[in-house]
T-cell receptor, first 115, second 112 residues
Framework: EAQVTQNPRYLITVTGKKLTVTCSQN?????MSWYRQDPGLGLRQIYY???????DKGDVPEGYKVSRKEKRNFPLILESPSPNQTSLYFC??????????????FGAGSRLTVL | GQQLNQSPQSMFIQEGEDVSMNCTSS?????WLWYKQDPGEGPVLLIA?????ELTSNGRLTAQFGITRKDSFLNISASIPSDVGIYFC????????????FGQGTELSVKP
C-alpha cells in the first residue's frame, strides 16, 4: 500500500530533550515536506525537500532541523524542544514532475506535547 | 506566508443537507486540490482540479476550478454523518516552486 509513515504517533517530552520524528514514504516521491497544525492557524510548512540532500526552509522553520540522506526518509529533528512546539505534525510527499506532481500524500500525524 | 481565504470556518448541518464551501486567493493557481481530514488522521485527497472552469465529481462531492483561477468551491450533496471532518483547499503556487498553499479549513459537523 502506498503510504507515508510517521513515528511516533504520540509523544510527550520535556523542554530541552532532543527528539526525532521519523517519516518514510514508499512511493519513490522526490518531494517531501513537514507541516505543523495548530488550532486556528491551519497547516504551516516547516521544511521541505525536493530531492536527496536538497532541503529548504518553509514558513515556520525556527527550532527544527531536517535531513534527506535517502529518498524515502525525511526525519524532523527538534534539538531543544520548547512548549511552543507542542503541536500536531504531518509529513507529506509527492512527485515533483509529471502526472500527479505536487499532489501531497500525508502521513497520519504525530501529536507532540512538550512540557 | 501566503494563505488562501477559505469559508466558512465551520458548519453545523443536519444529515441529508447539501454543503458548500469555497476558497479565494489574490494569486492565480494552476492547480486546486481539496482534502479532507478525519479526526485524528492526516488529510486525504478528495479532488484535484487542473484546468480553469473544470468541474469534477467524486461520488457526492463536486468541485470546480474557477474561471479566474483565483477561486474554487466544493459541494457535498446529501450529507451523512461520516462527512464530519475538516476540509482544506490548497492551491499549487508555481511561482514558489510548486508549493501548496492551504486554506484555513472548514470544520463540518453533521447532526444525525
Amino acid at each position: 500500500e502506498a503510504q507515508v509513515t510517521q513515528n511516533p504517533r504520540y509523544l510527550i517530552t520535556v523542554t530541552g530533550k532532543k527528539l526525532t520524528v521519523t517519516c518514510s514514504q514508499n512511493m519513490n516521491h522526490e518531494y517531501m515536506s513537514w507541516y505543523r497544525q495548530d488550532p486556528g492557524l491551519g497547516l504551516r510548512q516547516i521544511y521541505y525537500s525536493m530531492n536527496v540532500e536538497v532541503t529548504d526552509k518553509g514558513d515556520v522553520p525556527e527550532g527544527y532541523k531536517v535531513s534527506r540522506k535517502e529518498k524515502r526518509n525525511f526525519p524532523l529533528i527538534l534539538e531543544s524542544p520548547s512548549p511552543n512546539q507542542t503541536s500536531l505534525y504531518f509529513c507529506a510527499s509527492s512527485l515533483w514532475q509529471g502526472e500527479g506532481a505536487n499532489v501531497l500524500t500525508f502521513g497520519a500525524g504525530s501529536r507532540l506535547t512538550v512540557l | 506566508g501566503q494563505q488562501l481565504n477559505q469559508s466558512p470556518q465551520s458548519m453545523f448541518i443536519q444529515e441529508g443537507e447539501d454543503v458548500s464551501m469555497n476558497c479565494t486567493s489574490s494569486s492565480i493557481f494552476n492547480t486546486w486540490l481539496w482534502y479532507k481530514q478525519d479526526p485524528g488522521e492526516g488529510p486525504v485527497l478528495l479532488i484535484a482540479l487542473y484546468k480553469a472552469g473544470e468541474l469534477t465529481s467524486n461520488g457526492r462531492l463536486t468541485a470546480q476550478f474557477g474561471i479566474t483561477r483565483k477561486d474554487s468551491f466544493l459541494n457535498i450533496s446529501a450529507s451523512i454523518p461520516s462527512d464530519v471532518g475538516i476540509y482544506f483547499c490548497a492551491g499549487v503556487d508555481y511561482n514558489q516552486g510548486g508549493k501548496l498553499i492551504f486554506g484555513q479549513g472548514t470544520e463540518l459537523s453533521v447532526k444525525p
